[in-house]
């Protein structure tokens, strides 16, 4: 079976999120995905889900890359 062909509707963006612990770079990231999600341009990702491996979770830190 060959593989799908992906078509390029919509510009990708990649956004990167720095800063000291605990001053808000999840809460921001959520929030950015909830405006998306009420234009209808992106699933909204709950607070919840956006620290999802065991190791940022263990040691309350985030990395994340999409």
Known sequence: MG???FE???PHVNIGTVGHVDHGKTTL???ITKVLAIKGEAA???YDMI???PEER???IT???A
């Open 8 to 10: 390029r509707t919509k």
């Open 51 to 53: 620290d999802k491996a």
């Open 44 to 46: 909204f990702v709950d």
């Open 3 to 5: 593989k799908a062909h």
């Open 63 to 65: 990395i994340n890359t």
């Open 29 to 31: 990231t959520a929030a």
């Open 58 to 60: 263990e040691r309350g």
